[in-house]
């Protein structure tokens, strides 16, 4: 005794040709769930880089004044302009750095990392309207 899958019909003849199989309902492919998206893991890695950016300006900066703080005393002792020390100059350039940080965090945000979240909260609302139609 022989056994025939149950997809192909059972010929009589070897030389028979097969059924057409049925066709196929014109459904569109399922999207992933938004959870499994590639756009969170593009949207985590714009924000990484984000972090990253303003925080090594702030933090590079501030590292950059100790290090010549501690190793370059002839350099930071060194008058620049009217009597005002190198030292206390690079000093008071911390206040503008830390504000060209905020304002490369802000600047990134705007371009790169809130657009994905937009794009990403729609595509989140019209999955919730799918989901309450079923």
């Known amino acids: 005794m022989s056994y025939d899958p149950p997809h192909q019909p059972y010929l009589t003849h070897p030389w028979q040709p097969a059924p057409p199989e049925p066709p196929r ?9 938004l959870g499994h998206h590639s756009d969170l893991r593009v949207l985590r890695s714009a924000y990484r880089w984000q972090r990253r950016t303003a925080t090594l300006t702030a933090l590079g900066y501030f590292t ?12 930071m002792t060194r008058t620049v302009a009217d009597g005002i020390p190198a030292g206390l ?20 945000a705007r371009r790169h990392v809130d657009p994905l979240a937009d ?4 595509e989140a609302a019209l999955d919730a309207r799918r989901g309450a139609a079923r």
């Open 25 to 33: 309902p014109d459904v569109r492919p399922v999207r992933e769930l």
């Open 64 to 75: 950059l004044f100790l290090v010549l703080s501690a190793s370059a005393p002839g350099f």
């Open 89 to 108: 100059l690079l000093a008071l350039l911390q206040v503008p750095v830390t504000w060209l940080a905020i304002a490369l965090y802000e600047h990134t």
């Open 119 to 122: 794009r990403i909260r729609r």
